[in-house]
């Protein structure tokens, strides 16, 4: 059976003495809750922001409006932005962040229903990754939830680069 990455995640962690935070938008507190599902996870797991609206985004995670204004909520530079804010305020080594539209309807042109962007802050730096998703809107936030952790995991294994 293939380890999930969330308990890949724990073992790595632990074993590091790290700790975890999280700020979610579509996904709506998913990556928390697998995250949570792992035994021990409390030793690590600092906790998670949903920030659904741009107002939590901006007065809870300390986004500025011009950020949103500029680039969108499901942007590289408010993800990057919501994990820095997310990492700060709960005080974690790492945090992982999720913006995206999930569907069915919120697209554009532009921005497809299915756009995910994924950030990660940690002491060395900031990373995101961009997907565009094609289910409905619950496979959607699965797959954005399992690629937010396997974000994660690559930053563990020491696949980042720092920029």
């Not at 990455?5 to 928390?32: F, Q």
């Not at 007065?59 to 919501?82: C, K």
């Amino acid at each position: 059976m293939v380890k999930q990455p969330e308990m890949k995640i724990g073992t790595l962690i632990k074993d590091r003495g790290l700790s975890l935070a999280t700020a979610e938008s579509c996904t709506g507190g998913l990556v928390a809750d697998r995250i949570t599902n792992v035994a021990g996870s409390s030793d690590y797991f600092l906790g998670g922001v949903v920030a659904y609206s741009n107002e939590v985004k901006m007065s809870l995670l300390g986004i500025p409006a011009r950020l949103l204004e500029e680039h969108g909520a499901v942007s590289e530079p408010v993800v990057r932005a919501m994990a820095e804010g997310v990492r700060k305020i709960m005080g974690a080594d790492m945090a992982v962040s999720i913006s995206g539209i999930a569907g069915p309807g919120g697209g554009s042109k532009d921005k497809p229903v299915g756009t995910t962007w994924i950030g990660l802050s940690a002491p060395e730096g900031s990373w995101s990754r961009h997907f565009c998703w094609d289910g409905g809107r619950v496979e959607n936030k699965i797959s954005s939830a399992e690629a937010a952790l396997k974000f994660v995991l690559d930053y563990l294994k020491g696949k980042l680069q720092v920029e």
